[in-house]
């Protein structure tokens, strides 16, 4: 029966991979070995130590910094770096990659629970970025009222033009419908079980007046004016003549509860609260945010013993801690359901059971195959061109990073009931095994640097092969490095066969000592290369 009861003992190689796997967008084997002997306590309490990303914000081609902060108020951006740019998200992506902490990969589960997308004012996007990352180790009802009044979130869903006179309740549906309670079983016309097309008019008759003002909350340099004292990030304004000030009633769903109009800044944002706090009062609230914190980081399938037996649990703990997300993770990742050890067949349920996103694809990839870089500060245009070819086929795979299709997300993370499976069609399969490792092989040079996997001289000077010139020590350690686990009969032979070719193995033992004594790599570099393309393009490494 699924269980939280905690694991405690030594990961071990294979569950320290899996929880890196489901935790990081940095990989490497000396990360796995390091974790293989921590209890899955001590490696998430190492998880979730967080540091800021550096450089701290975006900058442009030429190392100056784009984006004023309270803590640099004052930039010179000399290239007068254009909105249309995606610097916020490549210095993202660079932050995820360099990143030993699950900091970034839960930042962008938040995302999924709060979506926006990315539009042309990059310090607008990047404010919204850090919002997230600020409420990664905090709480979620928090972040429901920050969010609701972030600059890009106001306009993403038209909060921003919804006025006492002309009610939008584009925000207001989504608030409840996607982003916290979300829809129950519809058990009368406009009736969601968990609210009803009453509450969705009461709600949006809350958040009239929360507005932007081009002239401050739009500028790069005025938005500084207009903080949220906790974040130091920018949050619109309350126009006080714009917003509903009568009573409030909401449905049955909600025990009928009366909110209160606010009149001042002060009692307007008081409404607010009251409000986020009647929604995430509900228990089914809590309960489907663990649902998709389930989906996110375990697996797609919620079983009915699951929901009893791991959902029920985690929500009720999750709304005890006033939804601080990271003490319901901690009992998550540390269970023995984590880790598929409830039962007499350790790992056949959970472990391997989701499907790489594009972005796990691509950033996986690079740190477990130790892809070189350059300094973000010393050469930001090179990176940038990277993380664009990072964004470009993570969007034609179906993951436009943060520019999601709809306000429902990303098909991956939302489309039930396949979940991550909608990851793989036809034509994103054709992308992942095309456009992914053919391009580090060859090569990709940017702003004078070379983006070049040089495998030979890893499986030589990374210390991760311990006897690289036996072929079959060398294709079984590459396919541990890579995989959730180490095929074998057929398939494992399919590897090695790729690996040789029309070599035996005495000839490679042979390559590989001339290539240790004479350095040139060219007869060991093409047969290492063929067998890493293969691991790459195989179904195998499509899952996590």
Not at 505 to 527: Q, S
Request: glycine share 4%; hydrophobic share 40%; charged share 15%.
């Amino acid at each position: 029966m699924p269980s939280l009861l905690p694991k405690t003992n030594a990961l071990g190689f294979s569950n320290a991979f899996h929880l890196l796997r489901r935790t990081t967008y940095n990989i490497t084997k000396a990360k796995i070995i390091e974790f293989s002997t921590k209890t899955p306590q001590e490696a998430i309490t190492a998880l979730f130590t967080f540091t800021a990303p550096s450089p701290p914000s975006p900058l442009n081609n030429i190392g100056e910094t784009i984006v004023p902060t309270v803590a640099n108020p004052t930039i010179t951006d000399t290239q007068a770096t254009a909105n249309s740019v995606r610097n916020d998200l490549y210095w993202w992506l660079h932050s995820a990659l360099k990143d030993p902490s699950a900091q970034h990969k839960i930042a962008f589960f938040l995302h999924l629970l709060f979506i926006t997308d990315d539009d042309t004012s990059f310090w607008t996007n990047y404010d919204y970025k850090e919002l997230l990352r600020y409420h990664v180790n905090g709480s979620l009802k928090d972040l429901a009222v920050r969010v609701t009044q972030n600059p890009r979130m106001l306009i993403y869903l038209n909060n921003n033009v919804n006025q006492n006179t002309s009610p939008n309740q584009n925000y207001a549906r989504e608030f409840l419908e996607l982003f916290t309670i979300l829809k129950g079983p519809q058990i009368a016309t406009g009736n969601y079980t968990n609210y009803t097309e009453t509450d969705v008019q009461q709600a949006a008759k809350v958040l009239t007046g929360f507005s932007v003002t081009s002239a401050v909350h739009l500028d790069k340099t005025a938005r500084l004016t207009s903080l949220d004292p906790a974040t130091n990030l920018t949050r619109g304004e309350i126009k006080l003549n714009k917003h509903d000030t009568g009573t409030k009633i909401f449905s049955s769903a909600f025990g009928g509860q009366n909110i209160t109009g606010g009149t001042t800044e002060a009692t307007i944002r008081a409404e607010l609260q009251n409000f986020v706090n009647m929604i995430f009062d509900k228990d089914e609230t809590a309960k489907a945010y663990c649902r998709r914190m389930y989906r996110y980081f375990v697996g797609r399938e919620i079983t009915t013993e699951i929901e009893s037996d791991i959902i029920v649990p985690l929500a009720v703990a999750l709304k005890a801690d006033n939804y601080n997300i990271l003490p319901t993770l901690t009992t998550l990742l540390k269970s023995k359901h984590f880790y598929d050890e409830e039962d007499a067949i350790v790992g056949d349920k959970i472990i391997g059971s989701l499907v790489r996103s594009p972005l796990e694809l691509y950033l996986h990839m690079f740190s477990l195959l130790n892809l070189s870089l350059p300094l973000y500060t010393v050469n930001p245009s090179a990176i940038h061109s990277l993380m664009n070819v990072v964004y470009t086929y993570s969007n034609n795979a179906g993951m436009p990073i943060f520019r999601p299709q709809s306000v429902n997300g990303y098909s991956g993370y939302s489309s039930s009931p396949h979940y991550d499976k909608n990851w793989i069609t036809t034509s994103s399969l054709r992308i992942r095994y095309n456009n992914t490792i053919d391009y580090f092989i060859n090569g990709l040079t940017y702003n004078g640097f070379s983006f070049k996997l040089n495998n030979a001289a890893f499986v030589k000077d990374s210390g991760y092969f311990s006897n690289p010139g036996n072929a079959d020590v060398l294709v079984t350690e590459f396919l541990q490095m890579m995989m959730v686990e180490v095929p074998d009969g057929d398939r494992y032979i399919y590897f090695k066969t790729v690996f040789l070719n029309n070599l035996s193995a005495t000839n490679w033992l042979n390559e590989w000592t001339n290539y240790i004594n004479t350095g040139v790599a060219t007869n060991v570099k093409i047969p290492i290369d063929r067998l890493v393309k293969a691991i790459i393009k195989s179904p195998e490494f499509q899952i996590i």
